[in-house]
């Protein structure tokens, strides 16, 4: 049982408050998913109702969750992304995979991973490294990895803090990111033409999990925009098939 905690009221300027909030999120670390309000009030010898308001703003601002049975209380995405994801190292099936495409194109290759719900690189191309994977996470309307991510999400303006220009072709208008965001949809593909870096360009396929069609990863190809730009039907092809390989390895 953690040790008690003073009650105070719902307010962003009084520090009690928060530590109350913090101490509730700490509470349903500890006792796993499925805890219920009544089980937090005794753990933290918080009164019924600060517990039910505290639980009900964490639930609106996406840090709790409300279990299917509503019974109990889990772990949000907001919550998710206050620790650092511990990202796994691809196998060796999966490496020798990406590292086979590196040798059939002169282009950067990299493959990402979204288990952790966020992007994050897994295996860089040591000879033509990416962009600081901190920025492609922060921004991710500017790269073609981010937008594998936001176009999978119900509702990418909840996961984006802003959209920020870092050069004249960086999407900056929501209503064009819509559209941009529907074709990587339709084409089952994402393009970034020196959004991020005006000198650098990406093209990148999604990898789903073969069980259940989920995004889990990536393979990207990186070079000049100006390629990027093009059709280059062959060589999407070549990445949608080593992106096929992958399915079953990372899984």
């Known amino acids: 049982m953690s040790p008690p905690i003073e009650s105070a009221a719902l307010s962003g300027r009084q520090p009690k408050a928060v530590r109350n909030a913090l101490a509730v999120l ?20 918080l009164p019924p109702a600060t517990t039910y308001r505290l639980l009900n703003l964490l639930v609106a601002e996406g840090y709790l969750v409300r279990l299917p049975d509503l019974r109990g209380f889990a772990l949000g995405r907001r ?7 511990v990202v ?52 991710p309307h500017a790269s073609a990895f981010g937008k594998l991510l936001l176009a999978d999400l119900p509702d990418w303006r909840a996961s984006v803090r802003g959209l920020r220009q870092f050069t004249t072709h960086t999407i900056i208008d929501g209503d064009r990111l819509d559209i941009e965001l529907a074709d990587v949809t339709r084409l089952n593909l994402a393009r970034q033409c020196g959004e991020l870096h005006a000198d650098r360009g990406c093209l990148a396929v ?16 990186s070079g000049p925009p100006e390629r990027v730009a093009g059709a280059n039907t062959d060589l999407v092809a070549l990445v949608r098939e080593h992106a096929t390989q992958l399915g079953p390895l990372l899984g």
């Open 206 to 221: 999604p990898i789903r999990d073969v069980t259940d069609g989920s995004l889990i990863a990536a393979l990207a190809v």
């Open 26 to 45: 700490e509470e349903v670390v500890a006792a796993g998913p499925g805890v219920t309000a009544k089980e937090i009030s005794a753990a933290l010898r």
């Open 79 to 85: 919550a998710q992304r206050l620790a650092v994801p």
């Open 88 to 139: 796994t190292r691809p196998p060796a099936a999966a490496r020798a995979v990406v590292e086979h495409l590196r040798q059939r194109v002169r282009w950067g290759v990299h493959l990402a991973s979204y288990r952790t719900g966020r992007l994050s690189l897994t295996d860089t191309d040591p000879d033509h490294p990416p962009s600081d994977e901190a920025l492609l996470v922060r921004y």
